[in-house]
């Protein structure tokens, strides 16, 4: 089947958005803010070198992170409720919270953990490089700029292969965590590159985002949001001809 192109998901968005853009701002807003104010209320007493303060500390900053990924769920659903052309509202950024939240961070630590996988051994790599005294410099210098380059490509790798596992997670919730990330990857299979081109063509709005003090990203993440999200409902067969949601969902791809 035909998937539509970049442009074609994003007009989608334009007219998601249109009217509809302070409940994914404020949705926004309140998954940064939040978590920023709980790091800065317990990583007030870090001090360098291993100490109390700072295991806890770092316990603290790790279940933030994760408090935080709650939110990202949350977004996602804010995103496919609007491109289903139904009501969201800024609470529903607590969705998460309350329904199976466990799931959800055990899904977040799975993802973790892949993309641990392959940072562990060039980590490892890299320590043994510059241990070795007599290492030429400039060799020394080029062998780990190769394998930085390596390690970014697989974790990008990675990230494509299994973006769907959110919403996927959401609106499958007979399927097991393991069972989501491979679905994951059946739907990415194929497309990866597609998705990757995808999000690297919001890079030129993400500058001006910046270049605006960081105002302008308060309408260009929901917008990279809606995109993505309509490239999941996309992928999985979820609209019809003139982009309006149906009722289909495909498990196998393939």
């Not at 899904?107 to 241990?131: E, Q």
């Not at 292969?161 to 990330?181: A, D, K, Q, V």
Request: charged residues 15%; hydrophobic residues 55%; positive net charge.
């Amino acid at each position: 089947m035909a998937r539509r192109t970049s442009g074609e998901l994003k007009r989608l968005s334009r007219e998601f958005l249109m009217d509809h853009y302070t409940i994914p701002i404020l949705a926004m807003l309140i998954a940064i803010l939040l978590p920023e104010v709980l790091i800065l209320v317990f990583t007030d007493n870090f001090t360098i070198g291993w100490n109390a303060a700072t295991a806890v500390s770092v316990a603290a900053s790790i279940i933030i992170q994760l408090i935080a990924q709650l939110f990202s769920v949350s977004i996602v659903r804010i995103h496919l409720l609007l491109a289903r052309r139904q009501k969201a509202a800024a609470l529903d950024i607590f969705w998460a919270f309350r329904n199976q939240p466990d799931r959800f961070l055990l899904g977040a630590l799975s993802l973790w953990g892949i993309c641990l996988f392959p940072a562990i051994p060039a980590c490892a790599c890299i320590v043994y490089l510059w241990g070795q005294k007599n290492f030429i410099s400039y060799s020394l210098i080029g062998m780990t700029a190769l394998i930085l380059v390596v390690l970014i490509a697989a974790e990008l790798y990675i990230v494509c292969t299994f973006s769907l596992i959110y919403p996927l997670l959401m609106e499958r919730p007979e399927l097991t965590i393991r069972e989501c990330l491979r679905a994951s990857y059946h739907f990415m299979r194929g497309n990866r590159l597609r998705y990757f081109l995808l999000q690297l063509s919001f890079f030129g709005w993400q500058l001006l985002g910046i270049f605006s003090i960081g105002i302008g990203m308060l309408w260009v993440i929901p917008y990279i949001r809606q995109t993505s999200a309509n490239f999941y409902l996309d992928l999985t067969d979820q609209f019809d001809s003139k982009g309006l949601h149906i009722d289909a969902f495909i498990t196998d791809p393939s």
